[in-house]
């Protein structure tokens, strides 16, 4: 249990106040009377005649949660107070449900609308929506339909069924369910079902394996399997010179049905079926500007393929993925090449004729799939651009001028098959050897409407994270670190610990292989560690690549973005020269480098480049192919996988139902061997780490609302005031205790005293709300202040000793004024100690937190443009004091100024009390980067622009 803040949710049969969606869900059935009128409320809509409608949603307390936004006074103020500034800085987009209905398109002029930001705080940011135009009536509405869901509930209601039929209770299903997507083998299943426990306690309706397996079956199922089998010929002969032929069996489905499935589903619930254009500000003659990119129908491709297509027609884009992987993972070498759908209609057959499909949202549309994007990584994309590899496959840049950030003319779908046509009758046209082309039929050749070449999306993983960064940054600067010796590790050793920031304890140097997980830790401290050890042009190219990185994974673009996108890389090719004058390197010849400058038009072209990251297509294989195979008997697996998986898109696809029709159900889900199933997972309140064995459970708060948790069962529940002065390294604890007390009119029933004593907590956790830029999910946050331990000898181990741990946090001091920078009000601080106030020392509604300050943030450094920051002293005594914990806006990091050769006694558990400086990192997260770098840029441009504007006017008065 923890005290939190959260909005509720009601109870529909009691009107009993929960903390969340689980916790009615279960008072629901730990009541008996509530259980009751809940079947009754099944049998009542079963026996209805019109009852197709399904149940409706436990209803929540909206206006508690209402009440809990306006008067939070917590971590979410500072985006809050960035987001309502006149300079517009970083504001949501508009949503679904603000934005004019589809299938009823308002006409541009009334499209002018305002919305609220992320903390439903009035916002002076508007949007301008312009829908595509009225007369091309794109995602005309053909007529109604039933749902999937509403046509599977109306034939349970027929048969007189419950909503989790063919299983007898909605217990039986949470079982069967657990056995689909536990990882259990087909053998202890069987075993399972066997136990006298199970038949005896539980007795479910089957009794074996195999009679559970024809329950799963009896699912609604998703498109079905199907073999195709092809004679290959290779190029090896036989004693005869006869070309050896192999019959390949590919295992498919039908992409139309796979298309209709997608659309079908009512869990997407956010769709769009026409393209428009939205824009953050109006110039002064009423026309948008500073444009906004982020799903696909925002993006400039939908709007010019629109244009395209008959009247009254919707376009569905299709996104493709393909990658080859090792089914086997020590031994054996069984690869699958598998192959993944989906549209970009989602919220993240003949030219001429479109298809008629039901959508989620209940009406029916002429739908036109067509080839939008193709996600595959660099050898793959070659090969699906008829291209060799060490070219473009968008692209007809010049070899030599791949290192340069200079325009190429594209790559033409009409050109190249021409090329390749004439090439395979043996005509040699040069262009064929010229755009370094294969001979491949390509699939692509009789797609209406597809530019291939353009549908080559960014691939931030291997081309950034793993490609970039990894391959060729760290190797350089390590060169440019060479002449300090272990220079580069010691630096990472020494570095400070935060929760979301991976430690590398033993460095990088030796290590020779890594993840993309590992690289994008790195980026993270990378720029700081370089400060003294390097030339200041290899912190400025360094920059804009890590830069570079972090605007990339923008969830939302726009103009202004995508130009400090483009800075940022122009960064680096200014000063990139500076490897040549190290001698590490002669040139710059590096495709992936090349690459790089396709990214802003692809925004642009196709939304966001998060939604094309190949870490999907990673994180796919494990969920879809690897563990598929593993299921399998390993002899004739392929077969084996489909069944597999047709099983477990049933199961999820059910769950997903029972979530829209049973009142208060969530399905959780499964785990296999630390591999996450392809059944997403419920989101999270922020979580206390699991070291905090003594602070008890955590209570489930709405991502949406801000929140702060602490424990309920405090870390340490009765610490004297002496204890904390000493233990927690707080010295002026009473002191400042008794001014805070002073400041908020409390006058203590007991006087303070050295032996007062309190409850300490060992964390904190906040909830960084969601920023529309660069995170559309609520983000947890620890903050941990726990004291030192000496040497411990246990019966088991001996555990060492350890320093105490006091996290560094943003404190807002004072609202942020009007037009002032986006730091304005904020200010550093370490975490000593997290306590509440006793009843019988005074009374305050929030814990406290005794913290020694850092000096207050002024410029950014040049070359690296981080903050640096010093502890702040009075009077030769560490500047400190006692605030609420609602006054913390979120942790931060900071990197120690190691100077030209770093301190060798420095360790990363002391470091923050040892280094007599430090940068504040802005990498730390995506919430970090927005503020400190994406927003100061912004701010700052637009006051260099302001200021230019006054001299031009003062120089033209003064020539006048």
């Known amino acids: 249990m923890a005290t939190t803040i959260t909005s509720g ?13 689980q916790g009615l869900r279960s008072h629901i059935h730990q009541s008996q009377a509530c259980t009751a009128r809940h079947n009754a409320r099944y049998a009542d809509s079963d026996s209805e005649s019109s009852g197709d ?39 949501d987009p508009p949503s679904d449900d603000e934005l004019p209905p589809i299938r009823d398109p308002e006409p541009p002029s009334a499209s002018k609308r305002r919305r609220a930001t992320m903390e439903e705080v009035e916002d002076e940011d508007e949007r301008w929506v312009q829908d595509f135009p009225q007369e091309f009536e794109a995602g005309a509405v053909l007529e109604e339909c039933k749902t999937e869901f509403e046509k599977l509930r109306q034939k349970q209601k027929a048969a007189g069924e419950k909503p989790w039929s063919p299983f007898k209770s909605e217990e039986e299903w949470e079982m069967a369910r657990w056995l689909m997507t536990s990882g259990l083998s087909q053998s202890k299943t069987d075993d399972f079902l066997k136990l006298n426990s199970v038949r005896n306690d539980v007795k479910p309706s089957f009794h074996n394996n195999r009679a559970f397996l024809k329950h799963i079956d009896a699912l609604p199922e998703g498109p079905g399997w199907r073999c195709f089998p092809f004679d290959l010929e290779g190029n090896e002969r036989d004693a005869d010179g006869v070309p050896k032929v192999e019959t390949v069996y590919m295992w498919y489905r039908n992409p139309v049905e796979c298309i209709q499935e997608l659309l079908s589903n009512p869990a997407f619930k956010k769709m769009g079926f026409a393209p428009r254009r939205v824009f953050k500000d109006v110039d002064d003659d009423g026309e948008g500007k500073n444009r906004e990119y982020n799903e696909r129908w925002t993006a400039e ?8 297509l008959p009247k009254g027609s919707t376009l569905c884009p299709i996104i493709i993925s393909s990658d080859k992987t090792q089914l086997t993972r020590f031994s054996g070498d069984q690869q699958a090449w598998p192959v993944y759908l989906t549209i970009g209609n989602i919220d993240k057959e003949t030219r001429q004729k479109g298809v008629r499909m039901d959508c989620a949202d209940g009406f029916v549309r002429m739908m036109f799939p067509i080839l939008s994007a193709y996600i595959a990584d660099y050898p793959e994309q070659c090969l699906i651009a008829c291209c060799r590899e060490n070219s473009c496959p968008r692209c007809l840049v010049d070899p030599k001028h791949r290192g340069d950030p200079t325009h190429s003319p594209w790559r033409s779908t009409t050109d190249t098959l021409r090329f390749l046509d004439e090439q395979s009758k043996g005509q040699h046209p040069p262009e064929f050897k010229t755009q370094n082309l294969r001979p491949v039929v390509p699939f692509w050749a009789n797609l209406p409407h597809c530019d291939i070449f353009s549908c080559m999306t960014p691939d931030i993983l291997h081309e950034l994270h793993n490609g970039l960064f990894g391959d060729h940054l760290v190797s350089w600067t390590s060169e440019a670190m060479a002449g300090l010796g272990p220079e580069i590790d010691v630096r990472f050793r020494a570095m400070t610990h935060h929760p979301s920031l991976r430690h590398f304890k033993k460095g990088i140097s030796l290590t020779t292989q890594w993840t993309g997980t590992e690289h994008k830790n790195m980026e993270k401290v990378f720029l700081g560690i370089l400060p003294g050890a390097t030339e200041p042009g290899v912190q400025r190219a360094v920059k804009g690549v890590v830069d570079f990185i972090h605007y990339a994974h923008f969830e939302t673009h726009c103009d202004e973005s995508l130009a400090k996108m483009d800075a940022a890389w122009a960064a680096f090719h200014s000063n990139k020269v500076i490897f040549k004058e190290l001698e590490i390197r002669d ?49 004739d697996y392929t077969p084996q996988m489909t069944v597999w998986l047709r099983r477990q898109e049933a199961v999820y696809k059910f769950g997903t139902y029972l979530q829209w029709a049973a009142p208060g159900y969530i399905a959780k889900p499964a785990t296999v061997d630390d591999e996450t199933t392809s059944i997403p997972p419920a989101p999270e309140p922020p979580l206390v780490p699991d070291d905090s064995d003594d602070e008890g459970e955590l209570e489930d708060s709405p991502p949406s609302v801000p929140v702060y948790v602490v424990a309920k069962k405090p870390g340490f529940p009765n610490v004297t005031a002496t204890s904390i002065s000493t233990d927690f390294r707080a010295p002026d604890f009473l002191l400042h205790l008794s001014a805070f007390l002073d400041s908020k009119s409390i006058i203590p029933p007991i006087e303070l005293s050295p032996s007062s004593k309190f409850p300490v907590y060992k964390h904190l956790s906040l909830t960084l709300p969601a920023v529309s830029a660069v995170t559309s999910k609520t983000v947890g946050d620890t903050i941990t202040a726990v004291k030192g331990e000496g040497m411990k000898i246990t019966p088991t181990a001996v555990k060492p000793a350890t320093h105490g741990r006091f996290d560094t946090i943003l404190v807002r001091t004072h609202p942020r004024g009007d037009g002032a920078s986006p730091v304005d009000g904020l200010r550093v601080a370490r975490v000593k100690a997290i306590f509440r106030l006793p009843e019988f020392h005074g009374t305050y509604p929030d814990p406290l937190a005794y913290i020694e300050w850092f000096r207050p943030l002024t410029q950014p450094v040049p070359d690296i443009g981080m903050y640096q920051l010093a502890p702040s002293t009075r009077n030769h005594r560490p500047n400190s004091t006692i605030i609420p914990i609602t006054d913390i806006v979120r942790s931060c990091h900071l990197i120690p100024v190691f100077g030209h050769v770093s301190n060798a006694t420095w360790t990363s558990d002391r470091v923050l009390d040892q280094s007599p400086s430090f940068y504040l990192n802005p990498y730390l997260r995506h919430h970090d980067f927005y503020l400190f770098r994406y927003l100061i840029d912004l701010y700052n441009s637009r006051k260099e622009e302001e200021e230019r504007r006054v001299r031009m006017r003062r120089m033209g008065r003064a020539g006048r």
């Open 587 to 635: 040139e710059f010849d590096i495709i992936k480098l090349h690459k790089a400058k396709h990214y802003c038009d692809s925004i642009r072209s196709r939304g966001t480049a998060d939604g094309f990251n190949s870490e999907n297509t990673e994180r796919l294989h494990i969920d879809l192919a690897k563990v598929a195979y593993k299921a399998s008997n390993r002899r």
């Open 53 to 91: 409608d399904a149940p409706a949603a436990p209803l929540r307390d909206s206006d508690v949660g209402d009440n809990l936004r306006e008067s939070w006074n917590g971590d979410a103020r500072v985006d809050s107070d960035l987001e309502r500034d006149v300079n517009n800085f970083g504001a």
């Open 301 to 308: 491709w939908w709007w010019e393929i629109q244009n395209l």
């Open 9 to 21: 949710f009601s109870c529909e049969y009691c009107a009993a106040k929960l903390s969340s969606e």
